[in-house]
């Protein structure tokens, strides 16, 4: 379950961050408030997950997903670059959560 439960955490991450994005500067109060919700989400399932897994790794592959996840949804919704440079280093983002998970043991 604490794979899981991470796995929850990092896609509420990313709902925290496009809500942020979204709020402009906590202006706007509906994604204001998704924001909190989406975060709150987040750490709590995150901190679930910590309750097996080690730190670390779990924060590794939170922020993976949150980052990639992120990066994904500019460039599909906000028309953010698509640049090969810039896909070419999420890979390598992936690579390294997916090679903390390996090594991690769990």
């Known amino acids: 379950m604490a794979w899981f439960f991470l796995l929850i955490a990092g896609f509420a991450e990313i709902g925290s961050v496009i809500s942020l ?3 402009e ?17 987040s ?17 590794a592959i939170w922020t993976g997903i949150g980052s990639i996840g992120s990066v ?4 599909i919704f906000f028309n953010e670059s698509k640049d090969r440079k810039r896909i070419v280093l999420i890979a390598c983002i992936t690579i390294g959560a ?6 991690s043991g769990q």
């Not at 750490?43 to 924060?59: E, H, R």
């Not at 994904?72 to 460039?75: D, E, P, Q």
Request: proline share 4%.
């Open 72 to 75: 994904l949804v500019g460039m």
């Open 21 to 23: 994005k979204l709020a």
């Open 25 to 41: 500067g906590f202006k706007n109060f509906s994604p204001s408030v998704a924001c909190l919700l989406f975060g709150s989400v």
């Open 43 to 59: 750490f709590y399932f995150l901190s679930l997950s910590l309750t097996v897994l080690p730190v670390g790794t779990a924060y």
């Open 98 to 103: 997916v090679g903390v998970k390996i090594t």
